[in-house]
């Protein structure tokens, strides 16, 4: 019973955080401030990692990756943005984050930490899109555009990139497995 009641605090808790930084974040800096969008990404990104993982499972047909996919992915910057975090040590650190996790083999495992990335990525670009079309809808188009941006930064670029890498992996078992004799 207490694992049921685990996912539905972190669903409860990362949405207040969110929402309730995005409020605070308007009613005290205003929707056209720059600092405004980085707050409620903040909320969102927190929001996301709390979240997330109570949706890792919903519709997970979503996690096939198309061919066209990672070359579209190329064309808008995110193997170059994959690089920076590279060079910068970000993915090391996710890295040993993903094998430090107890379970099945590492290549699973990393393939479900691509999965529960995604996933909370998703819910924050959802989140960005909301306030996005709310800022616009109530006359801040600088808020809006401000918030796109940063999202897309944000989320965009993470779920392209483990897109991306779940791709190259599941390619790589695909070729390697061996063939059934006919």
């Given at each position: ?35 405004f969008a980085v707050v ?65 083999s590492m290549v699973s ?39 796109l941006l940063t999202g ?31």
């Amino acid at each position: 019973m207490a694992e049921r009641g685990k996912p539905f605090g972190s669903v409860v808790a990362g949405l207040g955080i969110g929402v309730g930084l995005a409020v605070a974040g308007w009613s005290a800096i205003g929707p056209d401030h720059p600092v405004f969008a980085v707050v409620a990404q903040a909320g969102f990104l927190l929001m996301a990692l709390l979240v997330g993982p109570a949706l890792v499972d919903v519709g997970r047909s979503r996690y096939r990756v198309r061919d066209t996919e990672p070359r579209l992915y190329a064309l808008v910057g995110a193997e170059a943005v994959r690089r920076v975090l590279d060079s910068v040590g970000w993915n090391r650190i996710i890295s040993r984050m993903r094998h430090s996790e107890s379970g099945s083999s590492m290549v699973s495992r990393f393939l479900r930490g691509t999965e529960q990335s995604e996933t909370a990525h998703l819910l924050g670009a959802v989140a960005t899109a909301l306030l996005a079309v709310l800022a616009a809808a109530t006359g801040h188009a600088q808020g809006s555009a401000q918030l796109l941006l940063t999202g897309f930064v944000l989320h965009g670029y993470p779920v392209m990139i483990q897109r991306m890498v779940r791709f190259t992996i599941v390619s790589r078992q695909t070729r390697t497995s061996p063939k059934p004799y006919c």
